[in-house]
């Protein structure tokens, strides 16, 4: 049993504090959130995540977990401190860091005895030195420390599987016993650990995240051709999925990525990039296709609506980012509802869990607690997140309840061929003549 601290509890600082306190050691959460800290004592995520709620409960009752806002308290006794808070973009691009910084600076004065901090933020390259001296800096007496980062992989929705289940482990340090501690903490995760340095651990983290947004934005860039030469990105993308060199993750064409990762981290590895002097070619367009996806949708409802979408009512089925998952950071439905509403449309939503955290973020919009019932009067719906319960909708009844029997399917998740014949004026993405 080891004592872990961890900085932050957000989607992956609570997630990273429930699963160490699962495998059984002692873990002290903190965030300077009072409300979300009391919260959390009284076992109300801030946060939807399938399965957290239980693990968490479980880990607090069996004393392994516990929440706090203080640093001195956190910082007690424990041997490593994670570092899990935002790292948002920041105004030309490059990650804010004030909040690591701020995270730093109060380790610095609150820990009393040697401590190894591990940066599981995601940061640009040179922040683990750059929090090193920030320690070192603000100790008011000199104690060891040890800086090491070990960026974090999970996907929201499937965060605790992910974080359970990794595909690999990446730990970076200058301090070699540093790591293998750290290292000897991810064992009972029996995935591959990979030892690094620190510069080289952050920057696998921007490339990974940076090769999954360029496989989405290439395979989109392919979904264009396909509907204009008549094939199918569905089965384009299976086909060259069975190939393990390519591998059939990441190759949906769609409304394209947004949430809390893609966007900022590709953002700030292209910043990287320009301010060492070089051109990021591939990352530039890899963010403008993505952002082309939003943009088109106004151009494809007024080809499928026969004209202008003004005083047109237009329903979005999903809010979300991605599925399983209330995060509406940079969530395609921001922008596509945005550009509806600047032309004029009435943009009506609906979500399974991210109302709450849609509602203030996009005001226009009327956000209903059933998808039928926003349907109603329609004149056309747009598949905005692939929410499994959209796959099994009663297709006949929201016919019925449409003005125009007209669905935008931005996820590809329909039958092309059962949607004509059931009627529909139907588009999807990439589906050639099937889908057009
Ligand atoms: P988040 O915004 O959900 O949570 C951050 C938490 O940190 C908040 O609760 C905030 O109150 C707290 N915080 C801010 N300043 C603090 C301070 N000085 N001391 C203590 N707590 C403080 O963020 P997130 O989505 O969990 O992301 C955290 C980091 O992990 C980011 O760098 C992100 O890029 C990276 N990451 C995120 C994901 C993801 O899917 N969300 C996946 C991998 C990596």
Known sequence: MKQICVIGVGYVGLVTAAC???LGNRVVALDVDE???ANLKKGTMPIYEPGLEELVKRNTKSGRLSFTTSYAEALKGVEFAFIAVGTPSGVDGNADLQYVDAAARSIAKNMTAPL???NKSTVPIG???WVADIVKSAQ?????FAVVSCPEFLREGSAITDFMNPHRNVIGSLDRDAADKVAQLHLPLRAPIVITDLRTAEMIKYASNAFLATKISFINELADL???VGADVKEVAAGMGYDARIGRHFLDAGLGWGGS???KDVEALAYMAKEKGLNPRILNDVMDINYDRRKAV???LEQLLNGSLKGKTIGLLGLAFKPNTDDMRDAPSIDISNSLIAIGAKVRGYDPVARHTAAPLMPKVEIFDDVYKMAKDCDALVVVTEWNEFKQLDLEKLKGLLNCPVVYDGRNIYDPASMKEMGFTYRAIGRGLNGK
Do not use: S, Y
Not at 140 to 144: E, F, H, L, R, Y
């Open 35 to 37: 409300q979300r800290v």
């Open 298 to 300: 106004v151009r494809h």
């Open 226 to 228: 396909c509907e204009l």
């Open 140 to 144: 008011p007496k000199p104690i060891n």
């Open 116 to 118: 190894i901090i591990i």
């Open 20 to 22: 160490f306190a699962d």
């Open 261 to 263: 990762c893609f966007p």
């Open 127 to 129: 922040t683990g030195d």
